[in-house]
């Protein structure tokens, strides 16, 4: 009967971890000003610092490149990349708190020396 019991509590407390889902609906309590590159075109395996401004409470950061590598976070990140990395790379910003989230996009062309 305990091993019943015990089971019940694990199904019902793994139910309710697994029921949270994260609001990622887009806000109008947070606004993305501008997502600016310090260098754009980046020579292979040079640097560039993204930096994103963006307008609202509490807010958080997440970026994501397509290719290349970032470093950092909050609201600046040094992006580089090598030559596999070659030609326009994509890097999004997510921007996110409690109310939900909004992003941009910012394309970095990587070259040769």
């Not at 407390?13 to 590159?37: D, F, H, M, R």
């Not at 509490?58 to 040094?78: D, E, M, R």
Request: a positive charge.
């Amino acid at each position: 009967m305990k091993r019943i019991h015990l089971l019940l509590v694990i199904i019902i407390l793994a139910t309710a971890a697994c029921s949270k889902k994260k609001n990622s609906t887009p806000s109008a309590e947070i606004q993305i000003v501008s997502l600016t590159a310090s260098v754009n075109p980046v020579i292979v395996f040079d640097t560039t610092v993204i930096t994103v401004v963006a307008k609202g409470e509490n807010l958080q950061y997440g970026w994501i490149a397509n290719h290349g590598k970032l470093k950092g976070s909050g609201t600046s990140v040094k992006y580089s990349a090598c030559y596999s990395c070659m030609g326009n790379n994509t890097i999004t910003c997510r921007v996110f708190n409690e109310t939900g989230e909004v992003s941009d996009t910012i394309k970095i062309l990587v070259i040769d020396h």
